[in-house]
């Protein structure tokens, strides 16, 4: 039985790198395909929202390097991983199609909202690179402002933690769990979920996410089956 049609998955490029730390670990990438194969075979339209972190971290790697150019290189970073995606996905015999918010049309598709509603319609993993196209704005900006374009159910937050806590529970062993909380909630509590500006637009337009540990790839099929993990926001 599943809980939602339509889902958002966004990775984080470090998501990617494994222990390493940085570039790809292929047997964390395929792993994670794996798993987005299986939700597919059981009929849910999954896009995907990466990030580019493994590679280039923007404002914070270019300190020396302004700003808006930081950020574009790190929108970069996300195609590299896009292109990734792709290839492992299709060589598990899922048709995909990546589309940039930069064209790039040699490598892949620009973003059009129309074609990529069609091809969820269609049963093809959507991997959504580049972020919106525009400095200062993250990829957790491009995940919800995708998912709401796309009308998903969901936004699915693969994090290296296991929910959201009131606190770093690496820092404060004391920190709470939360099972659910409200958006209102974190933006209160400068809790750092997503970006405030992602948080609001979630709230804008009742998308609910679900964070969740990616450390272990089962928790993605268990999220569009509705079992409880993580932590709901809605």
């Known amino acids: ?19 390493e730390g940085h570039g790809i670990d292929p047997d964390v990438l395929g792993a994670i395909c794996d ?5 597919v075979k059981l009929g849910v339209e999954v896009s995907i929202v990466v990030g580019g972190g493994n590679f280039w971290r923007g404002a914070r790697n270019g300190q020396k390097i302004e700003r808006t ?3 574009y290189m790190g929108m970069l970073a996300t195609a590299i991983n896009g292109l990734a ?7 598990r015999g899922i048709f995909t199609r990546l589309q940039t918010a930069i064209e790039m049309r040699e490598i892949a598709e620009p973003y059009i909202r129309r074609k990529a509603t069609k091809h969820l319609g269609k049963n093809r993993v959507v991997i959504f690179a580049c972020g919106t196209g525009n400095p200062y704005f993250t990829t957790d900006t491009a995940a919800a402002l995708r998912a709401a374009e796309t009308e998903s159910d969901i936004i699915l937050l693969a994090k290296t933690i296991d929910g959201i806590y009131s606190a770093d ?9 939360y099972d659910e909380i409200s958006y209102i909630d974190i933006l209160n509590q400068d809790l750092k979920v997503m970006d405030s500006t992602a948080t609001s637009l979630c709230r804008d337009n009742h998308i609910p996410i679900l ?5 272990d790839p089962e928790n993605i099929v268990r999220a569009v089956k509705g079992e409880k993990i993580g932590t709901i926001v809605k």
């Not at 995606?85 to 060589?91: I, N, P, R, V």
């Not at 690496?170 to 709470?176: C, E, G, S, T």
């Not at 964070?211 to 450390?215: H, K, L, P």
């Open 85 to 91: 995606l792709q290839d492992t996905l299709e060589s």
């Open 211 to 215: 964070v969740f540990a990616i450390s």
């Open 1 to 19: 039985m599943l809980a939602y049609k339509r889902v958002l998955l966004k990775l984080s490029g470090e998501a990617l790198a494994g222990k």
């Open 69 to 71: 150019t930081a950020d």
């Open 35 to 39: 798993k987005v194969v299986e939700i």
């Open 169 to 177: 529970p690496k820092v404060d062993p004391n920190a709470k769990k």
